[in-house]
Antibody, heavy 119, light 107 residues
Framework: QVQLVQSGAEVKKPGASVKVSCKASGYTFTSYGISWVRQAPGQGLEWMGWISAYNGNTNYAQKLQGRVTMTTDTSTSTAYMELRSLRSDDTAVYYC????????????WGQGTMVTVSS | EIVLTQSPGTLSLSPGERATLSCRASQSVSSSYLAWYQQKPGQAPRLLIYGASSRATGIPDRFSGSGSGTDFTLTISRLEPEDFAVYYCQQYGSSPTFGGGTKVEIK
């Protein structure tokens, strides 16, 4: 079945970096893009950015420009999201989600990865 | 950035009742690129509606979406016990944004 499986929970100190993975299965990875969405505890959803698995093109949310990098490895059908210079307000569950293109709804979601930033 | 405002914040209803959720955009949403998601505690969101009114695969027909421009509605015709959850709207006609959510709780 079509699914996205994410890496496990992370605990990081302020100023550190985190890299979350999202492994796709059950569909042709390069036919879709992957968006990343985060959700702070008890809060709503925030779109972080999108990457095309076909050609690696990216589009990042303005507020995260310069701190986030999204990549893919087509040989393993895996997408990655790296966030640098972590702050306490980056504590959140991070989701990957499939979309045909940048301007598309997200039909398949990963299970989420909890990232905690704490000294 | 398009800001989406959802109302009400919380909707208290009984099973079998009709639920009407609103999503208002700060500017017109291009090509009705408006989606609705359901999220239960500890779970990832699930796509219900895309293109303002098209049901996603496997979504029961008690869920329906309508609207265009800046005003959109999600209707659940008869609430089932599994429908009590938080619902988010999302626009994807430009850089994607989400509404703040509506919690549908058991009265």
């Amino acid at each position: 079945q079509v699914q996205l499986v994410q890496s496990g929970a992370e605990v990081k100190k302020p100023g550190a970096s985190v890299k979350v993975s999202c492994k796709a299965s059950g569909y042709t990875f390069t036919s879709y893009g992957i968006s990343w969405v985060r959700q702070a505890p008890g809060q709503g959803l925030e779109w972080m950015g999108w990457i095309s698995a076909y050609n690696g093109n990216t589009n990042y949310a303005q507020k995260l420009q310069g701190r986030v990098t999204m990549t893919t490895d087509t040989s393993t059908s895996t997408a990655y999201m790296e966030l640098r210079s972590l702050r306490s307000d980056d504590t959140a569950v991070y989701y990957c989600a499939r979309g045909w293109e940048l301007l598309d709804a997200f039909d398949i979601w990963g299970q989420g990865t909890m990232v905690t930033v704490s000294s | 950035e398009i800001v989406l405002t959802q109302s009400p914040g919380t909707l208290s209803l009984s099973p079998g009742e009709r639920a009407t959720l609103s999503c208002r955009a700060s500017q017109s949403v291009s090509s009705s690129y408006l989606a609705w998601y359901q999220q239960k505690p500890g779970q990832a969101p699930r796509l219900l509606i895309y293109g303002a009114s098209s049901r996603a695969t496997g979504i029961p027909d008690r869920f329906s979406g309508s609207g265009s421009g800046t005003d959109f509605t999600l209707t659940i015709s008869r609430l089932e016990p599994e429908d009590f959850a938080v619902y988010y709207c999302q626009q994807y006609g430009s850089s994607p944004t989400f509404g703040g959510g509506t919690k549908v709780e058991i009265k």
